[in-house]
């Protein structure tokens, strides 16, 4: 069975503003030292999918960025414009319709864009066990092996515990837990993370759709109706907004029963925060991840960002520095999540121009 | 008896890198948010000498941007021009023999150009009594009421206690001590903070030039004979490096025997480094001094400077944070002092675009 990638890439990632802006998200960004974030996530799905078989789902202001950003690896055509966030679900569904249209059947492989993901090689040899999983109609999703208690990630419960290769059934979705359970899970075996990754036949997701997201689904269906015609951007610009914003873990995942998990183990991190890149950079022997230039003195467990200006540093330790043409950014790095707030309050404030 | 001042603009105060910078040394700074460190230092003395009778004395590389910066005050010619830094002894021994040349006998007021004073009245009171100690042939210093068991000043024993407006003997010179012995010079009391200011008349100067550094005392005798003759630039850049670099403290201050000392109360801090910033700055309810603007949250006691760019701060406190067009600081408060080792290492590394 053909196989498609789709990599969702609506976030704004405001966790690593400074750096992530309205039209550069963190997807936009180059973090690893390689390339741009979506760019890797393209790469890596390449061994899964043909290059013409990938679809790039963006917002409808980013579209026009992601599309030059992406210009080396996707024709203009294979990145969908949202006309407006409405979260994982819709970005699923629309892209599901999208190729359903296209070619009937198939399987689907879905990723954000912004995960790191260390070894690729070992990713898509989970993914086509995934897909093998997916051919017989069940809804597959790819759980990380935990390798600490993290309190950052939702975890899969699954039948017959975390061991192996194989898909196996998922029990139980559990939110983001605290350290103590986070410890729990891991000493009890049998959990493993939410990775967001997500591998299906077209038509076993749309039939879910229809189940458990009815209004979802007739939305979706209506501008299904107009793909192609002189109407479809007046249709879609008009009811993609109406689609209930859910995310396909809360809307599907939870409520359908016919779901797998196949457990995977190559080096993911969501790279959620600035203090997540201490597992994506390699750091020097005091701890610290320098891009730019550090002139330091006892400075330990840092992560340093400078485009232009060399910092320096004297006794600091556990701190983000990150500096761009226009802001600088000072923070703990346990406070590297309250990032979001200065965000929130620049744009409570109306300061467009830092946004 | 007539009143010199003489503003002694020698240092770089390489502890408030990246402000102060080779050719910007620390007292060409607005440090306080009203005026440039030395403008101030010479409005103060203004209560005390005529403004043709003020004297900055200052390095060579620096002069030239020195009568810029207090042409609003001082005539070029009232610059002196060091040709090479060889310690508070030489400076004040040339600046003598100058106004010995000038005037044959007065009254020389010495100051530092980069300290901070609250009270100018109450200086200028201080300064009055001290003059009219020097009047008698004494050398005068001025001793700063302790306010609290400073271990980065030198402190003066005196002979009767610390209370009073008189001139009273000096017993003792007393090294910077450690914080233990600071607490007990204050709770002993006698004891007060030596400020490295000056009153003394020429001739006794002079004298004790030629009794305890007979050696500086037969140059800077040579350099006073080509004085306003052809050779004396000449002379000078040739003579003035062989001149034993030592302070008057040590030099003179030490040795002599007619030292007297004058209590002061007028708000004094030598702001030594960016952590002594909140002495000469009104801090927020949080214990910020900020100058530029702070996009903060949960930001404590941090002293921040930026020109140019906002700093976001998340989480901090006791942080120096300072932005120039080239390079950023962010230091721990109580390694402020650390600054001048960056510089040093700047310097040992050939960074010359930084120094």
Do not use: H
């Amino acid at each position: 069975m053909k196989t498609f990638g789709v990599i969702m890439a609506g976030g704004s990632g405001e966790r690593f503003w400074p750096l992530s802006r309205r039209d550069t998200p963190k997807q936009l960004l180059n973090l690893t030292g390689r390339d741009l974030l979506v760019n890797e996530a393209a790469e890596r799905l390449f061994g899964v999918c043909e290059r013409e078989d990938l679809l790039i789902v963006t917002g409808k202001s980013q579209t026009e960025k992601m599309r030059a950003a992406t210009a080396k690896y996707l024709k203009a055509e294979q990145i969908l414009s949202e006309p407006a966030a409405r979260n994982t679900a819709a970005c699923i569904g629309y892209a599901a319709m999208k190729l359903q249209k296209r070619c009937g059947e198939a399987v689907m492989v879905v990723t954000p864009a912004d995960a790191y993901i260390k070894d690729t090689e070992s990713f898509r040899k989970t993914l086509e066990t995934a897909v093998k999983a997916a051919e017989g109609g069940a809804l597959v999703t790819v759980g990380i092996r935990p390798t600490f208690p993290a309190t950052g990630y939702g975890y899969l419960r699954c039948e017959g515990g975390e061991k192996g290769d194989a898909a196996r059934k998922v029990l139980q979705f559990v939110e983001k837990p605290s350290l103590e359970r986070a410890q729990e899970y891991l000493s009890a075996g049998g959990y493993l993370w939410n990775s967001g990754m997500f591998v299906w036949k077209i038509s076993a997701i749309l039939q879910a759709f229809r189940r458990y997201l009815p209004e979802a689904y007739k939305i979706l269906s209506e501008i299904a109706k107009a793909d192609g015609t002189a109407e479809e951007r007046e249709v879609t610009e008009k009811l993609y907004p109406l689609i209930p914003s859910v995310s396909v873990d809360y809307g599907i995942m939870e409520k359908a029963e016919n779901i797998l998990v196949v457990p995977g183990d190559f080096g993911w991190s969501d790279v959620g925060s600035f203090d997540m890149l201490s597992a994506v950079r390699e750091a020097d022997e005091k701890g610290n991840v320098v891009i730019g230039e550090l002139l330091g003195a006892d400075v330990e467990n840092c992560v340093i960002y400078n485009r232009q200006k060399p910092v320096a540093a004297i006794g600091v330790k556990d701190l983000v520095i990150v500096e761009t043409d226009d802001v600088l950014l000072v923070c703990a790095k346990d406070r590297a999540q309250d990032v979001k707030k200065i965000v929130e309050k620049l744009r409570s404030e109306g300061r467009e121009e830092l946004l």
